[in-house]
Nanobody, 126 residues
Framework: QVQLVESGGGLVQVGGSLRLSCAAS????????MGWYRQAPGKQRELVAA???????NYGDSVKGRFTISGDNAKNTVYLQMNSLKPEYTAVYYC????????????????????WGQGTQVTGSA
C-alpha cells in the first residue's frame, strides 16, 4: 500500500504563487510515477503535472510554463510549484501515484493513478 498526504493549499491572489507538497509512504519501491490532478466544481478531474521515477515530466496544456513539478527522492516527496495563478486554477488538487510500468504510463497520460491523497484546496482570489 501507498499513503499520500498533500499540503500547501490555500487562498492566493491571482498572479501569485503557491507550492504544494505530497509526501508518500508505504511501498515506495513500487511507485513508478507520481503526479498532480485537480478537480474544479462541476468539472472532470484533469491532469496538472506528472513525473516518472526517471525524471520524465508531463504537464496539462493549461499550466505549461506556469507550473513545475519536481521530486525529492530522499524525502519521498513530490512538489508542485504554481506561479502566475489564474482564477480558473481554483480546484481541489490531488496527489496520485502509479504502480508498475503500465499504470505509471496511465498516470503520466492523465488517466489516473493507483493511489490518491485526500486532496488540498487551492483558491485564487481577485
Amino acid at each position: 500500500q501507498v499513503q499520500l498526504v498533500e499540503s500547501g493549499g490555500g487562498l492566493v491572489q491571482v498572479g501569485g504563487s503557491l507550492r504544494l507538497s505530497c509526501a508518500a509512504s508505504g511501498s515506495m519501491s513500487s511507485i513508478n510515477a507520481m503526479g498532480w490532478y485537480r478537480q474544479a466544481p462541476g468539472k472532470q478531474r484533469e491532469l496538472v503535472a506528472a513525473i516518472t521515477r526517471g525524471g520524465g515530466r508531463n504537464y496539462g496544456d493549461s499550466v505549461k510554463g506556469r507550473f513545475t513539478i519536481s521530486g525529492d527522492n530522499a524525502k519521498n516527496t513530490v512538489y508542485l510549484q504554481m506561479n502566475s495563478l489564474k482564477p480558473e486554477y481554483t480546484a481541489v488538487y490531488y496527489c496520485a501515484a502509479g504502480i508498475g510500468t503500465a499504470q505509471a504510463m496511465e498516470l503520466i497520460l492523465g488517466r489516473g493513478g493507483d493511489w490518491w491523497g485526500q486532496g488540498t484546496q487551492v483558491t485564487g482570489s481577485a
